[in-house]
Every structure is written in structure tokens, then in C-alpha cells.
């Protein structure tokens, strides 16, 4: 079975651009969350979806949003790109949507502002 | 509110030699803990987890960690180090009910020397 993928697994962006980063939970999995690792920090909770509605959110600017589609995928859109937005920004699944079951994460999609 | 701290951003060990990776936890409810791996380039993976059960936990790979609510600690050991435990090490906890999102450490990055 496929695990969580994530794309695209690289990009460079400006400052000022826009992103759009998606991920494909595991098959069977209603639950996406998206996760930023800083280099050097550890994942720090943007979003949790679970069927297609928000149901957490972490401390992160209004420039961040998410979306989940009726098929469980999910986009993570980041507007007016800074500098410090570059980050590994890896998508997490789970079958039900608390913390009591094991969140898989993909290998992450890593963003590069200039 | 919750958090976690991982004392040694960096620890090294010989093969064959113990393991010992610190976590301490601060939590207001009653907290559910988590060790996660990260290789080099990949996505985490999940080492174990405590959820009130037994306080000894035992995951993957040989590593197991033990819930110490008098020291709030959970930290991560292994009898004999190999090669391939060299690896990011992250520490988590649960932040709050019915949502995903998981509050995690700093991090610690194991080498194990031959």
C-alpha cells in the first residue's frame, strides 16, 4: 500500500509568491494534517482536516490556509511568501482524527523562499 | 497547556552501547506521549507511544521508553546501539482532545560511532 505522498518533494519560491503543497493521505485515512520543521526545530502544527472540515489550527499567520477534498487529498496554500517560511512542511494521516491513532507522515515537501 | 523539552540536542554513542534519550513533559490533563524517528531526507515515523496504559513502553527497533509521572519524564532507551539508529529523535505530546495535533521537542540527534 502507498504511504503518504506529498508534492511536489522540492521548490524555490521568492518572497511575496504564492504555494500550493499537496498530499495524498494514506488509502482509507480521513484525517491530513500539515506540520512546518524549521531547520534545526521540530514540526510545529499548522492545520488538522478530518472529513473535509478544519479541526485544528496551530499559531500561524492568516497568509497560511488549507483545504481537504471529498476524496481525503489535501493543499496547503502559504501566500506572500517571507523569508522565514522556508521549512520542510510534511502532511501527517490518521484513520480517525485524534492523537490515540498512529499519525503517518509523508517524506515532506521542502520549501525554499529568496 | 503542553509541552515537552529534550535535554542534548546531540548525543553520541558507540555501537553496542546504551541508548538514552531525555524527555520531560509538562501537561495540565492527563498526557499522552510519543517518540518519533526521523531519518535523513524522510517523513517521521512513529517509535511508540504512551496512552495510560503500561507505563513501560516497548516500540520498534529494539527501543522502549517508561512513563515516570513523579519526574514527568518518558524518556528513550536501548540496550545496544547499531549503526543504523543514527537518526533524528523527537519527543511529543498531545495537544489537546479530538484533534491531531501533536506539540513536539527540539529534537536529538543520535551518532553512533563504530
Known amino acids: 500500500d502507498a504511504g503518504v505522498t506529498q508534492s511536489p518533494t522540492h521548490l524555490i519560491k521568492t518572497r511575496g509568491q504564492h504555494v500550493t503543497l499537496r498530499c495524498s493521505p494514506i488509502?482509507?485515512?480521513?484525517?491530513v494534517s500539515w506540520y512546518q520543521q524549521v531547520l534545526g526545530q521540530g514540526p510545529q502544527f499548522i492545520f488538522q482536516?478530518?472529513?473535509?472540515?478544519?479541526?485544528g489550527r496551530g499559531n500561524f499567520p492568516d497568509r497560511f490556509s488549507a483545504r481537504q477534498f471529498p476524496n481525503y487529498s489535501s493543499e496547503l496554500n502559504v501566500n506572500a511568501l517571507l523569508l522565514g517560511d522556508s521549512a520542510l512542511y510534511l502532511c501527517?494521516?490518521?484513520?480517525?482524527?485524534?492523537?490515540?491513532?498512529?499519525?503517518?507522515f509523508g517524506e515532506g515537501s521542502r520549501l525554499t523562499v529568496l | 497547556a503542553q509541552s515537552v523539552t529534550q535535554l542534548g540536542s546531540h548525543v553520541s554513542v558507540s555501537e553496542g552501547a546504551l541508548v538514552l534519550l531525555r524527555c520531560n513533559y509538562s501537561?495540565?490533563?492527563?498526557?499522552?506521549l510519543f517518540w518519533y524517528v526521523q531519518y535523513p531526507n524522510q517523513g517521521l515515523q512513529l517509535l511508540l507511544k504512551y496512552t495510560s496504559a503500561a507505563t513501560l513502553v516497548k516500540g520498534i527497533n529494539g527501543f522502549e521508553a517508561e512513563f515516570k509521572k513523579s519526574e514527568t519524564s518518558f524518556h528513550l532507551t536501548k540496550p545496544s546501539a547499531h549503526m543504523s539508529d543514527a537518526a533524528e529523535y523527537f519527543c511529543a505530546v498531545t495537544g489537546g482532545s479530538n484533534t491531531d495535533k501533536l506539540i513536539f521537542g527540539t529534537g536529538t540527534r543520535l551518532q553512533v560511532f563504530p
Open positions: 501537561s495540565s490533563v492527563p498526557p499522552y
Open positions: 488509502s482509507g485515512h480521513k484525517s
Open positions: 501527517a494521516s490518521s484513520f480517525t482524527n485524534t492523537f490515540v491513532g498512529e499519525l503517518f
Open positions: 482536516y478530518y472529513e473535509k472540515e478544519e479541526r
